[in-house]
Nanobody
Framework: QVQLIESGGGLVQAGGSLRLSCAAS????????MGWFRQAPGKEREFVAT????????TYGNLLKGRFTISRDNAKNTVYLQMNNLKPEDTAVYYC??????????????WGQGTQVTVSS
């Protein structure tokens, strides 16, 4: 069992940056692929990024690579999402997830409660 708690969301102006954190408790954090997803009002949940367990291998959603960077610190049981040059269309609730990985939410067994990111124009 893994519990995930996101933090770092908030209100930022377009062009600004935020770093989201996801702290994991429970066993074997380093064994799991970790992912970030987001969901805007009225839209389906969207894949943002994933990072493979025991690796620095990463995958990003469409058009996000170059602005977003996912990383993990297994010693701290934490995964991060650095978001730069934010745009109003990045406004969403951001969720972290742990599981076997991939770009689809069905690949993840554990989810955090989400953190709101709002980008003003």
């Amino acid at each position: 069992q893994v519990q995930l708690i996101e933090s770092g969301g908030g209100l930022v102006q377009a062009g600004g940056s935020l770093r989201l954190s996801c702290a994991a408790s429970g066993r074997a954090f380093s064994w799991y692929d970790m992912g970030w997803f987001r969901q805007a009002p009225g839209k389906e949940r969207e894949f943002v990024a994933t990072i493979v367990a025991h690796s620095v291998s990463t995958t990003y959603g469409n058009l996000l690579k170059g602005r977003f960077t996912i990383s993990r610190d297994n010693a701290k049981n934490t995964v991060y999402l650095q978001m730069n040059n934010l745009k109003p269309e990045d406004t969403a609730v951001y969720y972290c997830a742990a599981g076997s990985g991939g770009t689809r939410d069905v690949g993840y067994d554990y989810w955090g409660q989400g953190t709101q990111v709002t980008v003003s124009s």
